[in-house]
């Protein structure tokens, strides 16, 4: 079936894409290798996206969302967070006695923060949604019922992260993102809880790192 043979393609298209790119950003990171690489992958996404035009379309209509579900998707985010940043920080402390700051990958560029914005505010929650929520989600439903494409999207979602401490929160993150994919057939309330989280996350490395509001635009 070819909803079968798009999802191994994809599958094993991203696993590769992950693996190389944790080699490369594990020798160095540089702005232009950065660019590269999100590069490559908004163009895989984007190339896989037109097997199916049409369906990933019609998930950027606008459709009416319960208040409750609203909230939810404005709260949950803030939520995880803190969450996930304060945790994932305490284990690894724990575990490999080290702290880990994004602003140590972007602290040479000029506009840091600016930079560090662009990709894991926009590129992540763009094409990140478009790749599993949208493409990926789609092709898994024509040959699996729903609790199985939600969980096999997440469990994807968190294996092409390469990081297995990761797959603690990123899983049951995409099983939530996931579920507001099927809840409303949109992909803008998963973008909205994606951005909403990853911005938090960066604001709090932003501050651990010790920069000033001032430096927002330095």
Not at 119 to 147: D, M, S, W, Y
Not at 188 to 204: A, E, K, P, R, S
Request: charged letters at 10%; glycine letters at 4%.
């Amino acid at each position: 079936m070819r909803s079968v043979q798009l999802v191994i393609a994809f599958y094993i298209t991203f696993l590769v894409y992950a693996m190389v790119s944790y080699f490369i950003y594990e020798e160095s990171v540089t702005l232009l290798k950065e660019l590269l690489l999100e590069g490559v992958f908004v163009l895989l996404t984007v190339g896989f996206c037109f097997f199916d035009f049409r369906g990933i379309v019609s998930l950027y209509r606008i459709t009416t969302i319960h208040w409750r579900n609203l909230l939810f998707s404005l709260l949950f985010p803030v939520f995880s967070a803190v969450v996930v940043y304060y945790g994932m920080d305490w284990l690894d402390q724990l575990l490999f006695q080290e702290e880990y700051n994004v602003f140590y990958d972007y602290i040479a560029y000029d506009h840091s923060f600016l930079w560090a914005f662009f990709f894991i505010c926009f590129i992540a929650p763009v094409f990140e949604e478009l790749a599993f929520r949208g493409f990926l989600f789609n092709q898994l439903k024509h040959v699996a019922n729903t609790n199985v494409t939600i969980i096999a999207t997440a469990f994807i979602f968190a294996l092409v992260h390469f990081s297995l401490l990761s797959i603690l929160w990123i899983f049951p993150f995409g099983l939530v993102l996931g579920y507001l994919r099927h809840r409303y057939n949109t992909l803008w309330l998963g973008m909205i809880v994606h951005f909403i989280h990853n911005f938090i996350v960066l604001l709090l490395d932003f501050y651990y790192f010790g920069f000033g509001w001032e430096d927002f635009l330095i």
